[in-house]
Every structure is written in C-alpha cells, then in structure tokens.
T-cell receptor
C-alpha cells in the first residue's frame, strides 16, 4: 500500500513569509508525528497527534510553529514569519497506534528560507 | 532527559570489512531501541529494533543487541557492501509517557568503497 507522503518535496521561501507543509499518513494509522532534521540540531521531535488531538506541543521551537490534523488523517505544519534558522528537512511519520508500533517516515519536505 | 550518543563519522570502509557503529543511551524508563538508515536521497527507514534487555535485532545482515548493563545498542555487520553506504541513526523511544516519541542520535555517515 501507499506509504507516508509529504508535499511539497522542496520549498524555497523568503524570510518573513508563511509556509504550510502537508503530510498524508498511511491509511488507518492513528498516530502522526512531525520531526525536523537540520544541520545544527540533528533530528528533533516537534509534535505528535493521536487522532486529531495534539496533547504535547512542547517540542515546537517557537509560537510561529503550529500544526493541525483533520479527519484523523492529513496533517499540516504551518510556520509563520519564517526565519533562516527554520531551514531544514521536515519529516512526518505515522504509526498504527500511539505506543508500541513502528513509525513509518515520509520522504520529507526540504524548506529553504532565503 | 533521555538522550542518545553515537560515534561520529564519517566511517569509511572497504567492501567486505567489518562494521561497528557505537551507540549508547540515557533513559529514565525502559526504552525500546532502534537503528534507522537513510540512504542517499531517500527517507528514514527502520533497520532493526529491540524492545527489551538482551534482545537482538537483526535485518539485512545487520544486528544489534540491547545491553542494559552498558546502556548500549551497537550496530554491527560482518561484511559491508557498497550499497550499505548511508547515514545510520540510533534512536530510543520511551513509551512510559504514553507515546512513541523517538529521540535520535546525531547520525553516523558510512561510506563503503569497492
């Protein structure tokens, strides 16, 4: 079956603009995770969803970052007023359930803020 | 907090050489341990995992043993191939918090030459 998909695959934006990154999880996966992979910070956990709920938002780097999930499926990560330090690869993963099941990763969205 | 430390790369080997990539962890609970691999231009893939002490995870000729006494999960392969060239990430998840947040090491780049 189809894996986790993310769009766009690449995004170049000017500093100060808002961007939206999309994640389509594997069908039937209730848990969804966002991570960020950057040169300076390695792979960092950002936020997770169980269904449409995000109980822990403490991994988000600043209040410019927000995420939502609708219909227990698609998730959008929004970055407002982008800064150069937001440049990174944003990875989405999904798993069948919240604990005890493997996370499957998407190919990522490479964000470049100029 | 929980953390993962893995050996710095790059690791450069000739084909058929023996591979060890060291990984140690710090965790307050009873984590599951993982090795993920990222091939050039591709997304993160789970390579192997172990969920409790003394478990051995294995896949594609790679193996790692969960050593609680030394808090380690070293990755080994007896004979590497050029196709094993990739970045390898050690990771843990502690489900005691109710969800599988993955905490990653910095990654080790492996280059295998013919």
């Amino acid at each position: 079956g189809a894996g986790v998909s993310q769009s766009p695959s690449n995004k170049v934006t000017e500093k100060g603009k808002d961007v939206e990154l999309r994640c389509d999880p594997i069908s039937g996966h209730t848990a969804l995770y966002w991570y960020r992979q950057s040169l300076g910070q390695g792979l960092e956990f950002l936020i997770y969803f169980q269904g449409n709920s995000a109980p822990d938002k403490s991994g988000l780097p600043s209040d410019r970052f927000s995420a939502e999930r609708t219909g227990g499926s698609v998730s959008t990560l929004t970055i407002q007023r982008t800064q150069q330090e937001d440049s990174a690869v944003y990875l989405c993963a999904s798993s069948l359930k919240l604990a005890g099941s493997e996370q499957y990763f998407g190919p990522g969205t490479r964000l470049t803020v100029t | 907090g929980d953390s993962v430390t893995q050996m710095e790369g790059p690791v450069t080997l000739s084909e058929e050489a023996f591979l060890t990539i060291n990984c140690t962890y710090t965790a307050t609970g009873y984590p599951s341990l993982f090795w993920y691999v990222q091939y050039p231009g591709e997304g993160l893939q789970l390579l192997l995992k172990a969920t409790k002490a003394d478990d051995k995870g294995s896949n594609k000729g790679f193996e790692a043993t969960y050593r609680k006494e030394t808090t380690s999960f070293h990755l080994e392969k007896g004979s590497v191939q050029v196709s094993d060239s990739a970045v390898y990430f050690c990771a843990l998840s502690d489900p005691s918090g109710g969800y599988n947040k993955l905490i990653f090491g910095a990654g080790t780049r492996l280059a295998v030459h013919p």
